[in-house]
């Protein structure tokens, strides 16, 4: 059979090699997700994530094991999201563990006070950072790294301070002690684009009015991760509280949905 000229057959070679291959878009998605360090994910998509969930567990214990024993088991019970509180011993450490054991988890640092405190969460491989009180300095650290961030705030002036210096959600703490699901529907009002978090006093009575008043998300603690329950180890106590504010969460957003 007859072949094309020498000249022909070089030029070929050369358009085939030149042709950019493009990726797939499952692959565009991967890339999107997956980052250096670790396959950390962008805060947009932190944020999104947890504003699905609705519920932000925080875990504060007296040993490393114990935090990862009640992070893990809240995240078998349908609520992958674990804030580490920087009292806990050893955080950093849990912090790395959890993330590498459990990418699908969103781990985050808890009772960050500080650029210093902040810089080591995020070596740990920490996606989100949050404090009981405005820390300014830790809210534009994390808006110049690119980390999603959770103040805390109680008035309304902490609120849109928050807000205008790159919070992703505003944590009201503590919320009981000012009223409660009335006082997150009262800066609703005002503030209807600043996503809120309620923290403090969230229970199984209070849950479901929380986020009936507008709240993105719930901060909550002991009454998701009982101290007794960890130190003993009773994973199922955990797991059923844990269903029990999900569908809590749920109920309330089908409510507000019907509405």
Known sequence: ??????????????????????????????????????????????????????IIPAVRTSSAADARFAAETV????????EITVTVPEAMKVITGLTSSFPEMIVGAGTVLD?????????????????PGLVLEVVEFAAKNEVAVFPGALTPTEVITA?????DLVKVFPCAQVGGDSYIRALRA??????LIASGGVNQQTALNFVLAGAAALGI????????????????????LARRFTKLVKDARSRMAAQ
């Open 1 to 54: 059979m007859a072949t094309g000229s020498p000249n022909r057959s070089r030029a070929l070679r050369r358009a085939r090699s030149s042709i950019s291959v493009r990726p797939s878009r499952i692959e565009l998605s991967k890339s999107v997700m997956v980052h250096e360090g670790g396959g950390s994910v962008k805060k947009q998509e932190v944020r999104a994530r947890i504003e699905e969930i609705g």
């Open 75 to 82: 995240s078998r019970g349908g609520i992958p999201v674990a």
């Open 115 to 131: 650029i210093e405190t902040a810089q080591r969460c995020l070596d740990a491989g920490a996606k989100f950072l949050t404090s």
């Open 163 to 167: 807000s205008k210096a790159g919070a």
């Open 190 to 195: 005002p503030l209807p684009h600043v996503p």
């Open 221 to 240: 603690g002991g009454e998701l991760i009982p101290k007794e329950a960890v130190q003993r180890r009773q994973a199922e106590r955990i797991l059923e």
